[in-house]
């Protein structure tokens, strides 16, 4: 069936008909031009209901009584400000039982009448005021819940003081209930050899549904962490352990708005407000990748967009919210790696790597992730790094430069001298495999070499971690750390290359790259030039004797990654920007399609 847009003979309209067709053709383009959501033609699930929203002066309560006596509404999406709501039900015939009863429907009981026109779409809109900007798979639904709903949930829960003494020494920044498993926050585990009594909530049941119907959440969550906040009260940063949960979390906010951080590891920082009765569902990078927090403070500065557009404080108050999580029951075996972030420091200390050291503190998570005794290669291994960072593993560095591992050699490590594009070890023998700032160095044609050379020593579900400089030294609006380094510099300097004698620039440091094929100058230090070999690099000017320059090839997005994909028997698992580096972790296959020698 065709809707709105009938094709063939039609009937003659009414001039009421008419005057629906109308309106209904105008609330289609200003959703189109504002929201750039498109109505279509045929039925499904999902309705747009123009004149609906919380900006006509709609409430919540009195759209769903308006709607629900024609079907089963499983979502309501509303919006402060917007002019038209979304709505979800259980099947396409309900939404079209809808849709023939209330398009066109003039509403009573507001502050003036309003007429509701309304249309399919294939999607809801996720509601939220810039979805572009928000870390990948996180998604914020506001008004997931009626104020109804919100008090029955908070009536449901009797805080006893006595009982949080226990936790107030764990947790100096708020009260915690479990259901259904106990959370320790002592080593961030979950108990699921004992299983709590009552398990989740029944009343909880309905809203866990709609997160599963609206495709939110994969699977059914059998543990609930309800947090309580006074104003003044927060969570560190964290990532919630992979390990004892599955992808997919799903935080239910009332009683006071508050603002979230998310930081991704290279430092960028992005604060999502959830209004009260919203739905913050973290999944993918945003939920392995980013840490999630709450910086303890009685207000947040929050953009008034109804208003001026400037900024505003709006001060928190108690604030409750409920966090539902799957338990994984599968031991982990996957390459992520919890970042060792704790619940409980009450300081809101930031996890970015731009603090720490070592340089690329991913990596040593990575190698401090692997399992005990696992056999590690690194390949251009430099000064050792990384050879230290998990003493549990049996590790084997290896670099062309012969200085380098000699240092390595005096520091107790397992090194060898060889090229990373013919390495001297045997096939299918290590677990883990690691190439840290190598690529980059080599020309185009040779790139592969190197995956292809990890592929190859490494066994069957042993895992590779690559690293190459980005040509995006500014990624979410946050420089890197190489070029937040000498910012003046950049500021009054014109350009980011200075004109060599052969094809290749030289790139000028701390400015933004602007080819990918550059030599970059290394200014040696006094003590340094005793080794200057070290590093094989090309010798400059004579004169010059102190600055070398390498050659970089550096990577744009998504291209260490298609150039991992080429590499037969291996698989992708995991893409990243960590600190003006592309990341790819891979994996070798157990079955290749092709035979890798
Ligand atoms: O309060 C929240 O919304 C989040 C709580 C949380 O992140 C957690 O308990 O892991
Ligand atoms: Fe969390
Ligand atoms: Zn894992």
Redesign the pocket.
């Known amino acids: 069936m065709v809707v709105g847009e009938g094709e063939g003979e039609r009937p003659k309209l009414t001039k009421a008909q008419k005057k629906v067709l109308r309106k209904q053709q105008k609330a289609k383009l200003t959703l189109l031009r504002h929201e750039g959501v498109p109505l279509v033609t045929h039925i499904t699930e999902h309705l747009v209901i123009a004149n609906g929203g919380l900006g006509n002066g709609m409430s919540r309560e009195l759209l769903t009584s308006i709607l629900q006596p024609f079907g089963h509404l499983l979502v309501l999406h509303m919006l402060p400000g917007k002019p038209y709501a979304f709505a979800s039900f259980s099947s396409s015939a309900d939404a079209e039982r809808v849709y023939r009863s209330l398009n066109g429907f003039t509403v009573s009981g507001t502050a003036r009448h309003i007429t509701l026109y309304l249309g399919f779409v294939e999607q809801v809109l996720c509601l939220q005021e810039d979805p572009s900007s928000l870390p990948p798979g996180l998604l914020l639904i506001p008004n997931f819940v009626s104020e109804e709903y919100e008090q029955e949930l908070l009536n449901f829960l009797a805080w006893d003081e006595a009982e949080e003494i226990q936790d107030k020494r764990v947790l100096k920044h708020?009260r915690?209930k479990h259901f259904g498993f106990e959370?320790c926050y002592e080593d961030n585990s979950v108990n699921k050899a004992n299983p709590l009594p009552g398990g989740i909530p029944s009343l909880c049941d309905e809203m866990i549904s709609n997160c599963l119907v609206a495709g939110y959440i994969q699977h059914r969550p059998d543990q609930l962490?309800v947090?309580r906040?006074e104003p003044g009260q927060g969570?560190p940063p964290?990532v919630?352990t992979h390990s004892a949960f599955e992808d997919g979390?799903v935080?239910?906010?009332l009683g006071s708005q508050?603002v979230?951080d998310f930081r991704h590891p290279c430092g960028t920082r992005v604060p999502v407000f959830?209004p009260a009765r919203s739905l913050?569902v973290?999944s993918g990078e945003s939920r392995y990748l980013w840490s999630?927090?709450?910086t303890p403070r009685k207000f947040d500065i929050i953009s008034n967009r109804l208003q001026d557009g400037g900024p505003t404080l709006a001060n928190r108050g108690m604030?409750?919210?409920?966090?539902f999580?799957k338990v994984c029951w599968q031991p982990c075996h996957c390459c992520r790696f919890d970042l060792g972030l704790t619940?409980t420091r009450n300081t809101d200390r930031r996890i970015s790597a731009t603090q720490g050291t070592p340089p690329w503190p991913h990596v040593a998570a990575f190698v401090r992730g692997l399992p005990d005794a696992a056999l590690l290669l690194d390949i251009g291994c430099g000064n050792g790094k990384y050879l230290s960072a998990n003493r549990g593993l049996a590790m084997i560095g290896c670099d062309r430069s012969m200085p380098l591992t000699e240092i390595c050699h005096q520091r107790g490590f397992q090194v060898l001298v060889c090229d990373a594009l013919s390495l001297p070890v045997r096939s299918t023998s290590f677990d883990a495999c690691l190439s840290i700032a190598v690529v980059h160095h080599l020309s185009t044609a040779r790139e592969q070499r190197v995956p292809g050379g990890m592929a190859r020593v490494l066994r069957p579900g042993g895992q590779g971690l690559v690293y190459v400089w980005a040509l995006e030294q500014e990624y979410m609006h946050v420089r890197s750390k190489y070029l937040q380094q000498k910012q003046q510099d950049a500021q009054c300097t014109n350009g980011s290359m200075v004109p060599s004698a052969g094809l290749l620039s030289v790139h000028k440091n701390r400015m933004p790259f602007s080819s990918q094929d550059v030599l970059v100058p290394w200014h040696l230090k006094t003590q340094e030039k005793q080794n200057a070999s070290f590093a094989g690099s090309s010798l400059s000017a004579p004169d010059q004797r102190s600055v070398h320059h390498r050659f970089y090839h550096v990577f744009r997005k998504g291209e260490l990654e298609c150039l991992c994909r080429r590499v037969p028997g291996i698989h992708v698992i995991e893409t990243y920007y960590d600190q003006g580096n592309w990341c790819v972790i891979f994996e070798k296959m157990c079955h290749p399609s092709s035979t890798v020698l």
Request: avoid cysteine; charged fraction near 15%; hydrophobic fraction near 45%.
């Open positions: 708020r915690v959370f962490t947090n906040y969570i964290h919630d979390i935080s239910l906010s508050v979230m959830l913050l973290m999630h927090g709450i604030r409750i919210s409920f966090s999580r619940y």
